[in-house]
């Protein structure tokens, strides 16, 4: 049976404890209820929109109240790029 290669190189050895510190993979405290609040705001300007026919929650915007909802939800998925 034929022998087998000898590795040439060194084995791999990791880096120091020293050099891999600093790593935070966690998201900041803030992050998940803003999303969520900016979401259900969105979500409830939207309803409320619809449910009164127009007359809440501003008047004058007539159906860029739409747009002001999904707007806020907008909002939430940009905030939502921060969670880690």
Do not use: E, H
Not at 44 to 51: E, L, N
């Amino acid at each position: 049976m034929p022998k087998s290669r000898i590795r040439k190189k060194a084995d791999y050895t990791p880096p120091t404890a020293k050099q891999a510190t600093n790593i935070k993979l966690t998201s900041s405290s803030w992050v998940a209820p803003v999303m969520l609040a900016l979401f259900l705001i969105g979500l409830v300007w939207i309803v409320v929109f619809y449910v009164t026919d127009g007359t809440l929650p501003i008047k004058s915007l007539a159906n860029w109240n739409i747009v002001v909802g999904f707007g806020f939800i907008a909002a939430g998925f940009g905030v939502s790029t921060q969670w880690k």
